[in-house]
C-alpha cells in the first residue's frame, strides 16, 4: 500500500493507524514523505518510532533523491521513504522501487477505507490472472459516522453541495464504469484508491512526472501498450463501496478541482491517442476513445455554443420565448432523468442509504442540481479545456 504525503503532519498519524487496522492476511505500508516542510516526518519518526535502516532495492522507475528508508519498531509491515519533493507521481514510483510484493494500491492520504478493502479489491486478481488494475467506487464520505479514520456508518452530508457531488459521482462516473467493465474497456483514476500489477506498470514506465492526470494517463497507456501488443489483460472495476473521500463543500476548492481533472483528462487522452481507431486498439479504441472525446471533452464546449447560440437567437429575435423556454425545459428534464436514474440503480443495486428519509433528500438533489450546479460544472470543465488547450498552468 502505497501513500504518498506532503506537508500532513497534523493528519498523518491518524492516516497510518487506520490504514494499520485494515483487515488483510499480510500487506506492507509505505508512506512516501515527498519533501514535507512541515514537520510531517518528524511526526512520523515520534508517532511510529522509526529508525533508519539501509535498503538495497533496484530503483527500476526513476525519482528525486531518497534521503532513506525508515522502519517501524511497533509494526513490521510498516515503512517510510524519505525523498526529495518532486510530486505525487514521483512519489509513487519511489513506492514502487521499494515495494515487495506483486501488487500495489495506491491511497491518499485522506481516503476513508472500510476495513474489509484489500480483499474486495483482489478478488478480481483471484478469480482472473490476466487481471492487471482494479478500480473501486469512490463515495462521499461526509455526514458518515467514523471511528479512528474507518467508516461505521455512511450518512448523508448536511450541506446541498456535497450532496450535489453524490449524485455527480453516481451519474459520471459509477455505473458508466460498471458497464464498460465486462467489455475490457473501463477507463479509471485510480488516484483515491485502486490495486495494481507492479510488474505490470513497471513495464509501461510508471507514473509519468510531467502530466497532470498521471494515474488516469497510466491506465490509458496500460491499455495501449496491452492491446498493441496483443497481450492479454483485464482492467476492472468493483462498484462496492471500500473507499470515501471527502467532498469540497467550498465552491471555489470545487472550481479547482474540476478544472484540473478536466485538464488531466484531455492531457490523458491527447498522450495515448494512438489507442484512437488503431486495429489493435478493440472496444477501447473504436467506441470507448470516441464517446470520451466527443461527450467528455467537446461536450462542455458544445453545451456552452448551445446557450450562447440560444441566447443570441432570443436577443436577435430569430427565436421566440416559447421555442426558447420549450428547448431549455427538455433539457433540464433530460438531466434530471439522467440523475434520478443513476440514483435509483444505485438504490436498488447497492443499497448505501437505506433510510427513506435518506432517499427523499437525494431524490431532491438529483432534481435541484441540474438548476445551476450541473451548468457550472460544464463551464469549469470548459476552463480546463481550455488551459489544456494554450497549455497554460
Not at 28 to 43: A, F, H, L, P, Q
Not at 117 to 140: H, K, N, W
Not at 170 to 198: Q, Y
Amino acid at each position: 500500500m502505497l501513500a504518498p504525503v506532503c506537508n500532513e503532519a497534523a493528519s498523518i498519524s491518524a492516516a497510518v493507524h487506520a490504514l494499520l487496522r485494515l483487515d488483510y492476511p499480510e500487506f506492507e505500508i509505505i508512506v512516501i514523505n515527498d519533501g514535507s516542510k512541515d514537520g510531517t516526518m518528524e511526526e512520523l519518526v515520534r508517532q511510529f518510532a522509526l529508525f533508519p535502516l539501509p535498503e538495497v532495492y533496484q530503483p527500476r522507475l526513476p525519482c528525486r533523491e531518497v534521503r532513506g528508508v525508515y522502519h517501524s519498531t511497533r509494526h513490521d509491515n510498516l515503512r517510510v521513504i524519505d525523498k526529495l519533493n518532486g510530486g505525487r507521481a514521483d512519489a509513487l514510483n519511489a513506492g514502487i522501487n521499494v515495494a515487495r510484493h506483486p501488487l500495489y494500491c495506491t491511497v491518499n492520504s485522506g481516503a476513508i477505507l472500510q476495513r474489509d478493502a484489500l480483499t474486495r479489491m483482489v478478488q478480481p486478481f483471484l478469480e482472473d490472472p490476466r487481471t492487471i488494475v482494479t478500480g473501486s467506487a469512490i463515495r462521499v464520505a461526509n455526514g458518515s459516522k467514523l471511528d479512528n479514520g474507518l467508516l461505521l456508518e455512511a450518512g448523508l452530508p448536511g450541506k446541498l453541495l456535497a450532496r450535489f457531488q453524490i449524485v455527480e459521482t453516481l451519474r459520471a462516473f459509477l455505473f458508466g464504469r460498471l458497464g464498460w467493465s465486462p467489455l475490457n474497456a473501463v477507463l479509471l483514476d485510480s488516484r483515491a484508491f485502486g490495486l495494481l500489477n507492479k510488474n505490470a506498470v513497471i513495464d509501461a514506465g510508471g507514473y509519468h512526472t510531467d502530466s497532470v492526470g498521471a494515474d488516469m494517463e497510466l491506465i490509458l497507456r496500460l491499455h495501449k501498450i496491452n492491446r498493441l501488443r496483443g497481450t492479454p489483460y483485464r482492467i476492472t472495476f468493483i462498484p462496492a463501496q471500500v473507499c470515501w473521500a471527502e467532498a469540497s463543500e467550498d465552491l471555489r476548492q470545487l472550481r479547482n478541482r474540476h478544472i484540473r481533472w478536466q485538464r488531466g483528462f484531455v492531457e490523458s487522452l491527447a498522450m495515448n491517442r494512438q489507442l484512437l481507431f488503431h486495429p489493435r486498439a478493440g472496444m477501447v479504441g473504436w467506441l470507448v476513445f470516441p464517446l470520451l472525446i466527443c461527450f467528455e471533452v467537446l461536450g462542455p464546449l458544445f453545451e456552452a455554443a448551445g446557450y450562447a447560440a440560444l441566447l443570441a437567437g432570443l436577443i436577435l429575435g430569430a427565436l421566440s420565448w416559447q421555442i426558447f423556454a420549450t428547448f431549455m425545459l427538455v433539457a433540464l428534464n433530460f438531466g434530471i432523468l439522467l440523475s434520478v436514474t443513476a440514483l435509483l440503480l444505485e438504490e436498488s443495486y447497492l443499497r448505501l442509504y437505506p433510510k427513506p428519509a435518506q432517499s427523499v433528500w437525494l431524490l431532491t438533489s438529483a432534481v435541484l442540481e441540474n438548476f445551476g450546479y450541473r451548468q457550472l460544472v460544464s463551464w469549469w470543465r470548459l476552463q480546463g479545456l481550455l488551459r489544456w488547450s494554450i497549455g497554460g498552468k
